[in-house]
């Protein structure tokens, strides 16, 4: 016999306003997690300003060694324009090669390994394990190797996110990527296009690829 927690919630009005609370709270901190980021944002963009030259993705491998790291500093920058990981043509930018499937959208030529998108972010905030474990749940299109991207394959999605049409979510979002010993992992703004690492138990959206 299998349990309906939709009858379940109707037949328990107690449940269900407890799952109402929750998810009036859930929202709530996202909505103000929303806004620190963005105020976060405006105020690096201002004290940073405008990037002088294009920078080429690259993956900034952790020595073992602090000093060795500029915190202040991100690893990437993408502008709209750039060269992402020596794409030799800007047909694997054009609008057709994407193909809306509904709930994702699939890529022609894959770029970085890239050949599904999730067309719309998980709505909650997760930790890098959540982020994760929420990566194994998800069968789009029938598949079940969805996976949280890489930080490269992040910075693709941020490359096409005008042309392909995911939903807008300009905030950040956590990649694969460990770093410090598996201690931290990195994540990438879909705001700017920059990337920063720091500890996994931070809260960030998720979108997976395949």
Not at 39 to 64: D, F, I
């Amino acid at each position: 016999m299998k349990w309906n927690i939709f009858k379940f919630l109707s037949d328990n009005k107690e449940a269900n306003a407890e799952l109402g609370e929750w998810m009036n709270e859930q929202l709530e901190k996202t909505k103000k997690h929303q806004e620190e980021k963005k105020a976060a944002q405006k105020k690096m963009e201002e004290e940073n300003g405008p990037a002088k030259r294009e920078k080429v993705l690259r993956s900034m491998e952790w020595t073992g060694d602090d000093d060795d790291y500029d915190y202040d500093e991100p690893s990437f920058f993408v502008n709209r324009n750039a060269s992402l990981c020596g794409a030799e043509t800007n047909k694997l930018f054009a609008p057709e090669n994407f193909i809306y499937r509904g709930d994702y959208i699939e890529l022609v030529r894959p770029i970085e390994n890239i050949r599904m998108i999730e067309k719309n972010c998980f709505g909650f905030l997760l930790s890098w394990k959540d982020a994760m474990i929420y990566a194994q749940t998800v069968m789009k299109g029938g598949y079940r190797d969805w996976r949280v991207p890489t930080m490269e394959e992040l910075a693709v999605i941020y490359k096409i996110k005008d042309v392909c049409g995911i939903n807008k979510c300009d905030d950040w979002f956590w990649s694969s990527s460990e770093c410090d010993g598996g201690l931290n992992a990195w994540r990438v703004s879909m705001h700017a296009g920059f990337s920063i690492n720091g500890v996994k138990t931070g809260k960030y959206y998720v979108r997976c690829v395949r």
